[in-house]
């Protein structure tokens, strides 16, 4: 079945740096990616998305891009602030078509901006 | 707030027994969406509901059941509790249950199993 790996588990950054983070997916009918951001003892929400017709999205400071040959998908934050600390979850639909009801997700990356 | 509502927010329960745990989706939504959250972990999906069937399962174990009601609210009940059960328990809500929807998420309820 479908198997998605997220890397690293953890990343630091200084403030105002970049940070990305990669998941990588095992099912090439996979079609949607979503990222999902998680405060400290919040629920999960979306963040950005791509799907598989999109090689690249941007957000303001937020980007996904998405390389279907490879099978991977990486989260860019520019210019990081103190209020992106937080886990970040990737996750790939997987199944065929109409009948990709499916998200698996990745393990999470805890995000810290050291100020 | 996301719309989608959890009821209790905290439950305190022993070893052995059943609770059951609440969720309404937002409003529209016809899709229901499991997970578990364990301390510094990632989000385990249990089960997914549409309109009040199952439409797909993750890794529930047989002591959990749940169920869409008609008025497409949704139960996860959870029984013979060990200590391992202990987690944060969300709930998720789509509009037609597939993959390529914004998954809503409510607040989630903290189990403590002692």
């Known amino acids: 079945g479908e198997n998605v790996e997220q890397h690293p588990s953890t990343l630091s950054v200084q403030e105002g740096d970049s940070a990305v983070i990669k998941c990588t997916y095992s099912?090439?009918?996979?079609?949607?990616f979503p990222w999902y951001k998680q405060e400290l003892g919040k629920r999960p929400q979306l963040i950005i998305d791509?799907?598989?017709n999109v090689g690249e999205k941007k957000d303001q400071r937020i980007a996904v891009t998405l390389n279907k040959t490879a099978k991977h998908f990486s989260l860019h934050i520019t210019e990081t602030q103190p209020e992106d600390s937080a886990v970040y979850f990737c996750?790939?639909?997987?199944?065929?078509?109409?009948?990709?009801?499916?998200?698996?997700w990745g393990a999470g990356t805890k995000l810290i901006i050291k100020p | 707030d996301s719309g989608v509502t959890q009821t209790p927010k905290h439950l305190i329960t022993a070893t052995g027994q059943r609770v059951t745990l609440r969720c309404s989706p937002r409003?529209?939504?016809?899709?229901v969406y499991w997970y578990q959250q364990s301390l510094d972990q990632g989000l385990q999906f249990l089960i997914q509901?549409?309109?009040?069937?199952?439409?797909a399962k993750g890794n529930i174990l047989e002591r959990f059941s749940a169920q869409q009601f008609p008025d497409l609210h949704s139960e996860l009940n959870l029984s013979s509790l060990e200590l391992g059960d202990s987690a944060l328990y969300f709930c998720?809500?789509?509009?037609?249950?597939?993959?390529?929807?914004?998954?809503?998420f409510g607040p989630g309820t903290r189990l403590l199993v002692l």
């Open positions: 998720a809500s789509s509009l037609s249950g597939r993959a390529g929807e914004t998954q809503y």
């Open positions: 409003s529209g939504d016809l899709s």
């Open positions: 509901y549409y309109n009040g069937e199952e439409r």
């Open positions: 099912d090439s009918a996979s079609n949607y």
């Open positions: 791509i799907r598989s």
């Open positions: 996750a790939a639909s997987t199944g065929l078509g109409d009948s990709n009801y499916q998200l698996i």
